[in-house]
């Protein structure tokens, strides 16, 4: 099923709502399939207004678009393992946030992240993996010592710490975004997916998005 091309959200909490909702059709096994349409991928030829920037991990079972049941032209989306933040990725959302105005910022990641395992398995074991995957370990060091000291073992309690702790990350590194949230236009926000359910849930938020939006 194609439909007619939505109105673009555009303050945070309309982003934050049209994503849940999306989610939520996903979820449910009624997806919309909003934007796929052939007639929209010619009027989306000119320029990109997308409403939401995903940070996601490149896990493939967590395609964005997919699980947000949106189309071409909806989603800016930035994917490394775990969701790594380095220059490139803070260069992509600076980009989508002060270039393309979107008015929401999105941290996503997913139980059994096998980016997170690998980091907790470097750590048990005491030793790192080789090549640049050392990366991975080395930026969820601080996530997986935090845990240990609070009595932390399940792994996707690690995730969401790691998700908690990337908005925070986004927020301080890129200036811009910050200043943005902070004038109410933009907000970020951390969700967890299930992969069995396929939910999002929240995990943190900063921001003006609290409608919408269920306790942690
Ligand atoms: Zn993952």
Redesign the pocket.
Known sequence: MTVADPIRPVTPAQALTELLAGNSRFARGRPAHLNQGAGHRARSADGQRPFAAILG?S?SRVAAEIVFDRGLGDLFVVRTA?HMLGAEVLASIEFAVLGLDVPLVVVL??DR???VAAAIAAHDSGRAPTGHLRVVVERLSPEILRAQAEGITDPDAITRLHIASTAHRLLDDAPGLRGRVDAGRCAVVGLGYALAEGRVDRVVAHGPVTHGMSAP
């Open positions: 991990c896990d775990g990641d997913h992240c096998g980016a």
